[in-house]
């Protein structure tokens, strides 16, 4: 038994990653539409009540407990936020 300590710490953990994942799929979200050519301020409210939508439904309680679907998410938002910059970057290069 690892005991209490163990447990707090996985939430600890769980709940650093959600933060992160919301931020990562806001900026994902808006990186997409500031590409697509949407104007930067509808970009940022509709990447903020994606992150919004995101952080409220009943199963984000999964969030909070000590799994590793935070810390998914959170990976998965960045990595496709870092493609879609790199991407992004190399179509104004080929212009």
């Known amino acids: 038994p690892l005991g209490a300590g163990a447990g707090l710490g996985g939430m600890v953990v769980s709940n650093v990653g959600f933060v992160y994942a919301c931020i990562g ?7 997409i539409l ?13 990447a903020f009540r994606s992150a919004l939508f995101f952080s409220f439904p009943a199963c984000s309680v999964f ?7 935070s810390l998914f998410c959170a990976l998965t ?8 910059r790199s991407l992004a970057l190399e179509r104004q290069r080929e212009n």
Request: without cysteine; hydrophobic residues 35%; aromatic residues 20%.
């Open 77 to 84: 938002f960045w990595g496709s936020f870092w493609l879609e």
């Open 63 to 69: 969030m909070s407990a000590p799994y590793t679907e």
């Open 34 to 46: 500031e590409n697509e050519g949407s104007h930067p301020r509808e970009a940022k409210k509709r």
């Open 25 to 31: 799929l806001y900026m994902f979200v808006k990186e």
